[in-house]
């Protein structure tokens, strides 16, 4: 991987998407889902002039954008040191604690990303929440889009923790990654199906 | 935090004139973070280049304070003396006036940076502690709605709005400064 995604023309970065094995992959889609999402929010709070609190709940969906695309770049760089490390580990020796323990490692690390990235996840559909409460009715269909898209990302980052913790179902990690996916879809449900 | 904290500029330099300890040493915490980000944000100054404008810059406030014509504009004369520093610095290290002129141009936008993230730290002072610590764990520390709301017991949905009316508050203080 290379650059950043933000100086890329919107057809580069699908094309890389789509272009080998290696990173961007789908913890940086889940990342930059949720950055779309935390973007559109901030875009119904500008348009929403008679909301007080419209100012504020842009700043914090322009952050959790930032924060989103800055982990969509860590979620790239992380899982290409463990899909490196795995295949190093396929195409060695039967037994290696070592390279074991280092692949076990990387792994963690490679859920870390996506753990953080459901979080952004459910704090850009409650912030989308807000935005369909009070923000102009004309893009309340917008803050309902963003919050399905949030709820997308949240789901596809607390997949990915699933598979990066292995079967570990206990472990407290995958807890709260579902626990922000459950939040966002909840939003996400109850905004969609208010616009029906 | 120390009774010289509250103290405003102005205040602070006429007890630095008075030879105030506590003032200076105030000044010092004051202004060290600023100086020292100027050179090296805005001049992108080596570590050790910067300590020696840090150095200097002290020196020359505690020698020149008397020159100082308005208290209140401490802060635009600091930087002013950095400013001049680095550039002094910078023109030391170029061969030719256009690179020193290029680095100056370069440094710009940093430099209105560390002037605005200054302005915002004043005026977050401004706020009550429970809107500074809540600002400072969204936008500082990252951390996530849900966490604030474990860490602060607070309900979770109420977060956000907090978060909001805060930043309202804060462009209150920052419009009444400017």
């Known amino acids: ?196 | 935090m120390s009774s010289y904290a509250t103290l405003t500029d102005a205040e602070l330099v006429r007890r630095c004139r008075a030879d105030d300890a506590g003032a200076w040493n105030e000044l010092v915490e004051r202004y060290s973070r600023y100086v020292y980000a100027i050179a090296v944000r805005g001049f992108r100054l080596s570590d050790e280049d910067a300590e020696d404008v840090y150095q200097d810059v002290f020196t020359r406030i505690y020698t020149r304070l008397d020159s100082l014509r308005d208290d209140a504009a401490l802060r635009p004369w600091i930087a002013q003396l950095t400013r001049r520093r680095c550039l002094d610095v910078v023109s030391a290290r170029r061969d030719t006036p256009a690179d020193e002129e290029l680095t100056a141009e370069e440094g710009s936008s940093d430099l209105s940076d560390v002037e605005e993230a200054f302005e915002v730290r004043e005026a977050l002072a401004g706020l009550s502690d429970a809107c500074q610590d809540i600002l400072d764990r969204f936008f500082a520390q990252d951390q996530s709605y849900k966490t604030i709301s474990d860490e602060l017991e607070i309900p979770s949905g109420t977060i956000a709005s907090r978060i909001a009316r805060c930043l309202g508050r804060l462009r209150s203080e920052l419009e009444a400064k400017n």
């Open chain 1, 1 to 196: 991987m290379g650059g950043d995604y933000l100086e890329l023309r919107l057809g580069e970065l699908l094309e890389r998407l789509s272009a080998d094995g290696l990173a961007p992959g789908g913890g940086s889609a889940a990342a930059l889902t949720v950055a779309f999402s935390a973007r559109l929010v901030a875009m119904v709070a500008r348009c929403s002039v008679r909301w007080d609190e419209a100012g504020g709940v842009s700043a914090q969906a322009n952050a959790i954008g930032e924060r989103a695309v800055e982990l969509a770049h860590t979620d790239g760089r992380v899982w290409e040191d463990a899909l490196t490390a795995l295949r190093d580990a396929e195409a060695g020796e039967m037994e290696d604690p070592k390279r074991d323990f280092a692949l076990e490692q990387k792994l963690e690390a490679a859920a870390a990303a996506p753990l953080e990235i459901a979080s952004l996840g459910a704090d850009a559909a409650a912030l989308a929440a807000l935005a369909a409460e009070h923000g102009d009715a004309t893009y309340r269909a917008d803050a309902a889009a963003a919050a399905a898209l949030a709820a997308g990302g949240a789901s596809a980052a607390a997949h990915l923790v699933r598979v990066n913790l292995g079967v570990r179902s206990a472990d407290p990690r995958l807890a709260r990654a579902l626990a922000s996916e459950q939040a966002a879809q909840d939003v996400a449900a109850r905004l969609l199906e208010s616009r029906r």
